[in-house]
């Protein structure tokens, strides 16, 4: 056990000794506005992938794009949209 405690002790110093690299810079450093909206268009195709591989559909409904089950389930979520839209311009 000792000499395992020994051996931690020693690579932490090494650790701590180490000068930071480029990358751990590049890592830190803030991303730009650019960068952000491109993650997160990314995030939303993934999404959307991810869900029509588990079976769901895209519906068009009145110029509303819903993704779904079936044509029923987008009809609700298509009524659910405009009315949150007449709620938010009210």
Known sequence: ????????MMYA??????P???HYKEAQRQLTP???EQIER?????ALERKLKQGLKKWDINGICVI???RKNA???AEK???????SCA
Request: no cysteine; aromatic share 2%.
């Open 34 to 36: 650019q960068e952000l």
């Open 42 to 46: 990314l995030r939303e195709e993934k």
């Open 20 to 22: 930071f690299s480029e």
């Open 1 to 8: 056990m000792k000499k395992l405690h020994s051996l931690m």
């Open 81 to 87: 949209i405009v009315a949150l839209l007449k709620e």
């Open 68 to 70: 779904a089950l079936n």
């Open 75 to 77: 009809e609700r979520k």
């Open 13 to 18: 110093a090494m650790g701590a000794m180490m």
